[in-house]
């Protein structure tokens, strides 16, 4: 198993700023995710986090507004750029150990966009 | 259209009874997971079942899966008020890399 450490919990942000979030696993997984997630909603998925490459981004979502990184296996970050607040959100990290295995999460982050 | 799609509930039940949720799918998969939410936290694994697989148990969870009707359900037996959460089913089908989420049933055990 692997325990997800997401930070920040939540947030409240101005227009226009950016925020960043960060996803610590506490072992080496091979496959990292970011997922949105509208109150009441399913999940979306904004891209898969590749380490040493860049993401590979969803339909709908791209890297200019979403920017992603993933230095090593265990560790990612997701950027919110240039916020409206219809990136009012949660955003999810999760992470498997291989294809088409259990997904670990983390705890997520709401943000709030004014 | 989507992937691992629950029945539209909700469902509100009294502590100790039954709760059964359904989830359809549209294309060949590898496997079916489901998974569970409190609050608008993050997602909880329950259980996987694999195509080759028919029922699988854990705890007072049990799931089924009909490959010939792309269908499977998940029933939580002797609910406590702890289960009430949002449970969603996903799908991992060949020649995908990630996960399809249904849309999740929201179910509330009355205490």
């Known amino acids: 198993s692997a325990v997800i450490s997401q930070k920040p919990s939540r947030d409240i942000c101005q227009r226009g700023t950016s925020l960043t979030i960060q996803c610590q696993v506490d072992s080496q997984v091979t496959m990292m995710f970011w997922y949105r997630q509208q109150p009441g909603q399913s999940l979306t998925l904004i891209a898969t986090a590749n380490q040493g490459s860049e993401a590979t981004y969803e339909s709908g979502f791209v890297i200019d507004k979403f920017p992603i990184s993933r230095p090593n296996l265990t560790f990612s970050t997701l950027t919110v750029s240039n916020m409206s607040p219809e990136d009012s959100s949660i955003y999810l990290c999760?992470?498997?150990?291989?294809?088409?295995?259990?997904?670990?999460f983390g705890s997520g982050t709401q943000l709030s966009v004014l | 259209s989507q992937q691992g799609e629950e029945d539209p509930q909700a469902l509100s039940i009294q502590e100790g009874e039954n709760a059964t949720m359904n989830c359809s799918y549209k294309t060949s998969i590898n496997n079916l997971q489901w998974y569970r939410q409190n609050s608008g936290r993050g997602l909880v694994h329950l259980i996987l079942?694999?195509?080759?697989?028919r029922e699988k148990h854990s705890g007072r969870l049990r799931v089924t899966l009909d490959t010939s009707k792309k269908s499977s359900s998940l029933l939580i037996t002797a609910s406590r008020a702890a289960d009430t959460a949002s449970y969603f089913c996903a799908t991992a089908s060949y020649g995908n890399n990630r996960l399809a989420f249904g849309k999740g049933n929201q179910v509330v055990v009355i205490p």
């Open positions: 999760s992470a498997a150990g291989g294809w088409g295995e259990k997904l670990f």
């Open positions: 079942i694999r195509s080759n697989e």
